[in-house]
C-alpha cells in the first residue's frame, strides 16, 4: 500500500510539475523572436497583408516577428517546414484556402492539416474576373457569348493550380458550358502583360494586382468571384449576381500553428491578433495592400475552415469531372 501510494504521489507530482512548466513557459511566452513563414513570394499579395498585421500585432506582444516568404509548391513548401517546427509558438505559417485544397488535388503530400493548430484568420481578399480593355465583352454573360461563337478555343491565363483563382476559373468555365484552354505562369503578376495585350482572353486575378489595372484603364473587371462586393470596386457585381454563382470562391488569410502548441500560447497570439486587426491603421494597410480586415477568433475560425473544407471539396469534384 505504501508503494502504490508512492506511485500515485510522484505520478500527481510530475503531474503538477508539468503544469507549472506549462504555465511557465506561457507566462514568460513570447521570449524571443517569432517567425511567420508566408507560403508565397516576397512582396506578393499574402506577403504584403501578412506584413500589415504582423507590424502591429508585433507591438502588441512587445516581440519582433520576422515574415519569411517561402514560396513552392502551391504552399507545401512552406507547410512541410512549419509542421516539422517545434510546437512552441515560435513558428508560425501563414493559412490560406490551400490547406484545404492541397489534399483534395494532390498526392503523397508531405503535411496534413492535422499537423496543425488554427490560431485566427486576419483578412479576406476579393478576386477578379478580368479582361483586356480592348475586349468587347462588358459583361461575364457577352464573354460566354462571344466564347461559345469563336472559332477557336479561348484562353485563360493560369497563374497556379490549386488557386482559388484557377479553381475559379474552371468553376466558371464549367457553369458556363464553355471550354477554356490554359496558359501557365510562374504567378497571377507575370501574366497581366499578355492578359493586356489580348494573348489570352481572361483570367481570375488577385485584387492587388487586378486592382492597379483595372483602375488604370488597361483591364476590365467584369465580376467579383467573391460572395459581397467590394469597397475597392463596389460598380463590380459578383459572379452570382452576374450569373454563374457557382463559380464563386473566397480567399481567406489567417494564422496556423504546428499541433501539440500550448493552449496558453495559442490564446496569446489570438489576442494580439484580435487586437491588432482592430486598428484603424491595420485596417487600412490591409485595404491597400488589396484585402480587408476580417478577423475570427481562434473557435470561430476552427468553425470556418470545415466548412471552407466542404466548399472546396465540392468544387473539386465539380472540376475533376
Known amino acids: 500500500m505504501n508503494r502504490r501510494y508512492l506511485f500515485r504521489t510522484l505520478a500527481a507530482l510530475g503531474a503538477m510539475t508539468t503544469l507549472a512548466a506549462s504555465a511557465h513557459a506561457a507566462d ?13 513570394a516576397a512582396g506578393g499579395v499574402v506577403d504584403v497583408q501578412t506584413r500589415a498585421m504582423t507590424q502591429t500585432m508585433s507591438e502588441v506582444l512587445k516581440a519582433p516577428i520576422v515574415v519569411e516568404p517561402k514560396p513552392g509548391a502551391s504552399g507545401s513548401i512552406a507547410a512541410e517546414a512549419a509542421s516539422l517546427a517545434a510546437p512552441d509558438g515560435y513558428t508560425l505559417i501563414v493559412s490560406a484556402s490551400f490547406m484545404n485544397t492541397a489534399p483534395l488535388l494532390e498526392n503523397n503530400l508531405r503535411w496534413s492539416p492535422k499537423q496543425f493548430t488554427p490560431v485566427g484568420r486576419f483578412a479576406l481578399s476579393p478576386s477578379y474576373f478580368v479582361v483586356p480593355a480592348t475586349s468587347p465583352a462588358r459583361t461575364v454573360k457577352e464573354f460566354v457569348e462571344m466564347a461559345k461563337k469563336s472559332a477557336k478555343t479561348l484562353q485563360y491565363a493560369n ?13 466558371f ?11 501557365m505562369y510562374k504567378g497571377a503578376p507575370p501574366s497581366v502583360p499578355d492578359l493586356i495585350n489580348g494573348l489570352v482572353a481572361m483570367t481570375v486575378l488577385p485584387s492587388s494586382v487586378a486592382h492597379p489595372q483595372v483602375h488604370g484603364g488597361k483591364l476590365r473587371a467584369l465580376a467579383n468571384m467573391s460572395s459581397t462586393r467590394s469597397p475597392q470596386l463596389p460598380d463590380v457585381p459578383t459572379i452570382a449576381e452576374a450569373g454563374y454563382p457557382g463559380a464563386t470562391v473566397l480567399s481567406w488569410y489567417g494564422l496556423h500553428a504546428p499541433a501539440g502548441t500550448p ?3 495559442i490564446h496569446i497570439l ?5 487586437q491588432a486587426c482592430a486598428t484603424a491603421e491595420v485596417k487600412q494597410r490591409l485595404t491597400a495592400a488589396g484585402g480587408e480586415e476580417a478577423f475570427l477568433g481562434t473557435k470561430d475560425f476552427s468553425a470556418f475552415l470545415a466548412k471552407d473544407a466542404e466548399q472546396w471539396a465540392r468544387a473539386v469534384k465539380v472540376i475533376s469531372k
Open 28 to 40: 514568460a511566452y513570447p521570449s524571443k523572436p517569432i517567425k511567420i513563414l508566408v507560403p508565397y
Open 173 to 183: 468555365a464549367h457553369e458556363a458550358g464553355i471550354h477554356l484552354d490554359p496558359v
Open 270 to 274: 489570438e489576442a494580439a491578433m484580435r
Open 263 to 265: 493552449p496558453e500560447v
Open 159 to 171: 497563374g497556379g493550380n490549386g488557386t482559388p483563382q484557377q479553381i475559379s476559373n474552371e468553376l
